[in-house]
């Protein structure tokens, strides 16, 4: 009887939990930096994660990370107080319900993806062309709390939608509706946060009992005509508790995708457009990216057992930057090689090298510490990364 | 050959671990405050746990915790900086082992919840009547680090006892036994913290090698006569290891419980009462609540499909503030929503609405930051909350 | 159909992901200290992991903690503001991918233990022969991030070996790779760090972009002859970013070790040596012990289902402080108890009692709140400690 040595789901009478994970092991290097310059190892996205169907038509996903091989203490922790952001992060990447009994019209709950943003949307942190997104996504929104109704095809005419109303932030960070008023250089924070700190009472026992009235709406169509052509419009709108002097009282985004391919070859490319960007306001930031990978194993040009598959992707962010108009271009050359080609997620090394050009502004912005004047997947020196994936 | 796709645990020769865990969201808003108000998003518990049989005769229950969306870093991390307790909390629940070779007196270590309440001991989170224990939680203890003999049934009689010793706190926050001196008016902190601060070693790669000698003692005995009644008798008694003027010196709680029920009609009574409260000595603070549920589907009053119960709840918390008695009233009405009714906590949906009489001197004391006045469950205004779960 | 109610990998195609884990609890006394003495409650070891096959010839191992029973709020939080280090660390232990094409020249990558050390490296938390480990430990690396080239058996010979890049330092704590400026008597902290603050940008979207050019490096060779015979030697050097008066430039450490055994009798030692320690230049730390065990259900000497062990470590840790040679003996005596002979480590019961002698200095050393004297693993008191362990 080896029934009793699997692992029994509790409550579940129909779809078994489904565990899944990924690990991403990095080394990389940066080129021409005005300092020590060397090989640093590091952990990227460490994830696990719980889906299944609850009870029928009613499905779960959450997904726990532990992302930059975070610990609570130790020596990340402390180098951390001198350089943030390297103790990486941990906690829950999703928490979603989905309550699907009517397919066109069905309702999701809980901490998930804001309906922003093409590649934001459609690409896990594991099967990504490159080994970071695009600048793309400093310039929408991340996951949130809230609920939002949606169907993945309406009525088998190939056409998609997702409508939401969460909380007015991204509960994800480095993107422009997270507590968008930090780090902007007049140093008043926390313009989106969806709390107020009144006389009355905002939590009770683990439940946020009361809001601000301000909230984060969003919304996407899509049209996949087919495989050569998927179209994807989308946008969301936040409104501040209260803004300071220069900061925004409300941000806008807004994207528009486009992405196909056939037989190996594969294209995508997304514009972005922010009303507001760090919390300044009236900003405009933009955004626009061409990408193109060529899988030569599906290309059938490489031996049956190796799977290659170049890429290249070229990116312009334009940012306002005291009165001028300030550029960063980002061009990355990749290769991708999964080591099995009929599973090619579960092992899998991608190399990237990215070179940054029209960035002169931005490492004089970083310089002067002003870090927030960087797209959170901005390259501003020449950089080499080599990224080894495992998952189940 | 399957079996190599399916969980293997390593070592298990007998009952192979169980995963297990559940996510609830929820949305709430609250009526009549001072401030803003508006709808809130977020997650209240995110639960994964694996338990499982380790030997014959030894069992383990291990629970891990995201509550309230938990993230390192974020959105909420800053947030918590404004207003605290909104980051949730991550962690360890419960790590158990029970030795039952004796099924009488069986011997459990490690950390679990302290045997007093009826509620708090009976009831996990996602099987609860509403979407927050009563206000009773506050007055008991929570989980804590010891050991504990007990049985759940001894020689059939419907007897059951448990006897514990404690470090000399709760581990887990909001009760009687927290920290007991932090956040009462004095400012004096700490006087139930276990550890000792002296010339002397007390930690030890990892393991807390000195306490202090003062410890949490709890013993609960009940009586299961048949499902129309089930009552109970709790109790936990801890020694502070200092106290400054005013403070506790100990702290003494008891409990005591009732409920039952018949073709879907349910009820539950408990009485509670501590010496001290919040670290502050003398105060006798008391509660008493009365809950009923009906199960129409049980009750056969709905289509075979449809699983609602209503549900109410009518509690009094009674503290002495100032040397002048004050109580808090709350009701709470439900309705809860099982999707399917043979799997009712798989996919779950509860409405509250809790309405709080004579809280003035509450809603005062929070204003004037005196937040240790108000029992952890206490609701000071009007407050709608919806919560959907969904477990495996 | 029972296929469904188990838990199924999502991509693995071969080898499928098994849960394993395990929990110790503890119960720890000090005898003749200068404070409050008395029985403290807590948990050593908490973890969960996943290990598997990701596609043939790559396999994974990711570990998560809890240790300390940890949490990120309550009680041991703010005992920890007190007390630093009662809270525990909570974190990703392992994340480790392994490329065996070759069996003679395997690659590994991730987070994983340092080669240094035969005790380090050759037993897990839940095999250890005593609660903790020998203070051997604080003198060698623990894990780090990097890559290494390894061998467990070249050619069947019983010769293995580890060559191995790191960061350069110990991204666990507690040894002397470990931001080893930190708690030294000058105060000048982070000499190991492995960053760099420059005006360059050293963190993209959780990929840490550039490095210091230092690095920690680590070799390992050992000989398995036959049972009765196992040695080894193993040693590592890093190098500082920087360093102020009297700090280290760079550390070394080597290590050699023994161990064997027949019919249930076992041996194990060894011997390491540091040029600094706790950042201190040229302090030259070393270390030795000599461990036996003697498995009296493998010797056939109790009942078939008493699985009974008791152990002896002595062990000597020689150290300099203000120019004078300090030691610290520490004599464990210890007991394991298996509950089920046939699964030795899913349910056990340790008890071990260390008795240190010629500990003055470091007992004064540390009454001065120079902790950085007393290696990690060092008792200074006389100590009980009992411990529980369940696992999977």
Excluded at 3 to 25: H, R
Excluded at 268 to 293: P, R
């Amino acid at each position: 009887d080896t029934s009793s040595k699997v692992f029994l789901p509790e409550n579940s009478q129909d779809t078994g939990p489904i565990l899944y994970g990924f690990a991403q092991i990095t080394g990389s290097q940066q080129f021409g930096t005005p300092g020590n310059e060397g090989l640093i190892f590091g952990a990227h996205r460490i994830r696990l994660g719980v889906k299944g169907t609850a009870v029928p038509g009613v499905t779960y996903n959450f997904q726990y990370k532990w992302d930059g091989a975070w610990m609570s203490g130790g020596s990340l922790e402390n180098a951390n107080k001198i350089f943030p952001g390297v103790s990486g992060e941990s906690g829950v990447q999703d928490a979603e319900i989905n309550f699907g009994f009517i397919p066109e019209v069905q309702l999701k709950v809980g901490k998930f993806r804001v309906p922003v943003g093409m590649e934001r949307t459609q690409f896990g942190g594991d099967d990504l062309w490159f080994i970071q997104r695009s600048m793309n996504q400093s310039l929408g929104a991340d996951r949130s709390a809230g609920i939002m109704f949606h169907s993945p095809d309406v009525m088998n005419t190939g056409v998609y939608y997702s409508l939401g109303v969460f909380d007015n932030h991204s509960l994800d960070g480095n993107n422009a509706f997270t507590l968008f008023g930090n780090g902007n250089p007049t140093g008043i924070a926390n313009v989106g946060v969806p709390f107020v700190k009144t006389t009355a009472q905002t939590s009770v026992g683990g439940v946020l009992t009361q809001g601000s009235g301000r909230y984060l709406f969003a919304g996407m169509v899509g049209y996949k005509l087919n495989p050569l052509l998927n179209i994807e419009l989308s946008g969301a709108r936040a409104d501040a508790l209260n803004a300071g002097p220069g900061l925004a009282n409300s941000i806008t985004a807004w994207n528009v995708g486009a992405r196909g391919g056939m037989m190996g070859l594969k294209y995508m490319g997304e514009y972005s457009h922010v009303t507001s960007y760090q919390g300044v306001g009236g900003l405009n930031a933009n955004d626009w990216y061409v990408a193109l990978a060529a899988n030569l194993h599906e290309m059938t040009l490489t031996p049956d057992w190796l799977d290659i598959e170049p890429a290249v992707r070229f990116e312009r962010f334009n940012w306002n930057y005291n009165g001028q108009a300030q550029y960063l271009n980002n061009t990355t050359l990749g290769i991708n090689y999964s080591v099995n080609p009929d599973n090619p997620y579960a092992a899998r090394i991608q190399l990237n090298y990215v070179i940054p050009t029209q960035g002169a502004a931005f490492r004089t912005a970083y310089a002067e510490g002003n870090t927030g004047a960087v797209p959170t997947n901005g390259y501003i020196y020449n950089t080499l990364v080599l990224q080894f994936q495992a998952g189940f």
